[in-house]
């Protein structure tokens, strides 16, 4: 079986709300002085549920992949840590700035230039944008079949079994392979690497594919193939007004709450 984790590198979601800044006029959050991006949650999650799969199946191999910049190095070693084979990195500044879209359709690129995976395990969101979309746009792309939202994963005699998390309860559902399944947190905590674990990983080579490595046109992929444009990308003011209730007792209290709320028409 050859498996394929897609990583994503995002900021620090512990970073401090007081080292927090946007670049309001390039509409890009400005990394925190100190404090270095992480691999998201969510794809910690996706590599440890193939490495469990390969685990109990006795061989395997796992490939990270990343599309990012230099420093998305550090969330494919992070994987590679876990037990991963090897790592790509798509870095080309073609590939940068783009959308959900234009992160699947390179993503799956990468994917069908491997040629023989078997399965794409990814977070079912990553940790900063929250959008929960590349996950389906590479199964529609590769023309996949696709699961998402994963508590647990199993995969016998070509056919992957999926738990998938429901809004009030739990399905279990049987896709053939290839198959693109998305990962989330019911799974439990990924596995943190071994000192020993992480200096191999650290002496792996990250293989790095461009746009055109890939047979992609530059104009259909990144910023200039986006489809979604970010319009503002700004902090929220937060603030509101409190009033006290004046009253000699608890009842006189509830009455002039309820005398308010019906002058402003709440009620």
């Known amino acids: 079986m050859h498996f394929v984790v897609c990583a994503k590198q995002i900021p620090d979601p512990e970073t401090p709300p007081s ?23 969510f794809d910690g999650m996706a590599a440890e549920a193939a490495l469990r799969i390969i685990e109990a199946a006795g061989e395997g191999k796992i490939t990270v992949i990343s599309l990012g910049q230099e420093s998305a190095q550090a969330a494919i070693k992070q994987v590679l840590a876990m037990g991963a084979d090897e790592g790509i990195l798509l870095e080309d500044d073609a590939l940068q700035g783009g959308d959900s879209y234009t992160t699947a359709r390179t993503l799956a690129a990468a994917i069908e230039k491997l040629g023989d995976v078997d399965a794409v395990f990814c977070g ?22 696709s699961a998402i939202i994963a508590k647990d994963v199993q995969i016998e005699n070509g056919t992957m079994h999926v738990q998938r998390v429901l809004a009030d309860g739990f399905e279990t559902v049987a896709l053939p392979l290839p198959a693109v399944v998305t990962i989330s947190n019911e799974i439990g905590d990924p596995r943190y690497p071994k000192l020993q674990q992480i200096m191999r990983a650290a002496r792996k080579t990250v293989n790095r594919w461009s746009a055109e490595d890939l047979g992609l046109d530059p104009s259909t992929v990144g910023d200039a193939g986006a489809r979604l444009k970010l319009e503002r990308l700004f902090i929220p003011e937060l603030g509101g007004d409190v009033e006290i209730m004046e009253g000699e007792s608890a009842e006189e209290q509830a009455q002039n709450l309820a005398t308010t709320l019906r002058e402003a028409k709440v009620l």
């Open 19 to 41: 080292a927090f800044r946007i670049d309001e006029a390039n509409n890009e959050v400005i990394p925190a002085p100190g404090i270095s991006p992480v691999l998201s949650q």
């Open 124 to 145: 079912r969101q990553a940790a900063d944008w929250d959008m929960g979309q590349v996950g389906l746009g590479l199964a529609e792309l590769l023309g996949w079949p």
